[in-house]
């Protein structure tokens, strides 16, 4: 039996393997060291087109219109969504107070080795978006479940963060590599033009 070990050149540190045969491994919460001195707090409302305004309340019945953060010059990690739908009179059933969409909204990952990802398709309804969140934060009972009262104005909101390791079990959450045609985003397949408020914004870590 040829025995070997394996070493840190930098260290000298040594990989362990227990009696059963397994390797001890944690997932870090953060980059690696040697990245950690340039790591940057992150935040951006995704825009149409990447580059537009940041309100969501278009038509996209005929033509899809596509509302993403796309890469830049720097590596950012996106861990979290914030959602917001606002309407007066609105309930979990409806899209903002709106009827529930025919085609919804699509959740998508893009990069150029794997084209449109669809991460969720046909988001219809404010519940769908609250499920999308995990049902985070929970507040509220009733009717007014996951509801903020006269949130904008005399409109009601629905508010969600989707946690990427939460809901995907990604702890540094979703890679956009620098200098790349990598976007997140959403693809509106109806017209939102009837609704007070929409937006979407991403918040991570730029390394």
Request: negative net charge; charged residues 15%.
């Amino acid at each position: 039996m040829l025995k070997t070990s394996i070493h840190s050149p930098k260290n000298g540190y040594s990989l362990k393997i227990n009696e059963d045969g397994s390797i001890n491994a944690f997932i870090i919460p953060s980059p690696p060291l040697e990245n950690q001195v340039s790591a940057l707090p992150f935040s951006e409302y995704m825009k149409l087109n990447g580059n537009g305004t940041t309100s969501f309340i278009v038509n996209g019945a005929v033509t899809n219109q596509e509302f993403y953060i796309e890469s830049k010059s720097y590596d950012v990690y996106v861990n979290t969504i914030v959602f917001e739908i606002a309407d007066a009179g609105a309930t979990l059933s409806q899209f903002g107070a709106l009827t529930a969409l025919t085609n919804g909204l699509d959740f998508y990952y893009f990069n150029q080795s794997n084209g449109k990802y669809i991460i969720e398709s046909g988001l219809k309804s404010n519940y769908d978006f609250v499920k999308l969140s995990n049902f985070d934060p929970s507040y509220g009972t009733g009717s007014s479940a996951f509801q903020l009262t006269n949130a904008i104005s005399s409109a009601e909101a629905y508010v969600g963060v989707i946690d990427f390791e939460d809901v995907f079990g990604l702890p540094w959450g979703l890679k956009l590599r620098a200098d790349s045609t990598d976007r997140l985003g959403f693809s509106v397949k109806d017209n939102l033009t009837g609704i007070d408020v929409m937006t979407m914004k991403v918040y991570g870590i730029r390394v």
